[in-house]
């Protein structure tokens, strides 16, 4: 029995396909879906920006647009879970992606993690993205489904 999908989106194209392959799954399952976005502010966070007075000034506005833009898509995949008639929850979380998906699937015993082959940052000349390359080979026994772009 799935009754628990994970759903990590960062609001790219391949990602809407795995939202949209969870709901078609859900409907034939039963399952509830947990919708997951990571809001990835290590990048900014200590390399980019010299530590001075000005670093929590720059920092918190960009923080706060990645959480807002986090928001307003998984509003949308809320939305079209809701029209499939699935019950669904949205999760925001801070930190390194791969390693926040796997947490959150290990802590809402989730049964299955789906996601895409790719997201927004990469070439489309990679294999695979490395969020979903970091969650294949992290220790935990959830299966992941890759959905591919
Ligand atoms: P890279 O980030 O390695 O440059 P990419 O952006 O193409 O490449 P990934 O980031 O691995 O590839 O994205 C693959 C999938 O991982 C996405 O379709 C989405 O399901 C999930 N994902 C990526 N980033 C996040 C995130 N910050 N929060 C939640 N899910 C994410
Ligand atoms: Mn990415």
């Not at 799954?25 to 980019?48: C, E, H, N, P, W």
């Not at 879970?81 to 947490?103: D, L, N």
């Amino acid at each position: 029995m799935i009754t628990k999908i994970l759903v990590p989106t960062d609001g790219s194209e391949t990602a809407g396909k795995s939202v949209k392959y969870a709901i078609g799954l859900a409907k034939q399952m039963g399952s509830t879906i947990t919708l997951l976005a990571v809001v990835d502010d290590r990048f900014f966070m200590a390399q980019s920006i010299p530590n001075e007075a000005t670093s929590t000034r720059l920092i918190e506005p960009v923080g706060d647009y990645l959480r807002q833009a986090a928001e307003a898509y998984l509003e949308k995949a809320s939305k079209q879970c809701e029209k499939g008639g699935i019950q669904s929850k949205k999760v925001i979380r801070h930190g390194h992606p791969a390693e926040e998906i796997v947490k959150e699937a290990e802590k809402s015993k989730a049964d299955l993690i789906i996601m895409g082959s790719h997201g927004r940052t990469a070439l489309q000349a990679a294999l695979l993205g490395s969020v979903t390359f970091g969650v294949i080979h992290k220790d935990t026994k959830i299966p992941v489904l890759v959905v591919r772009k």
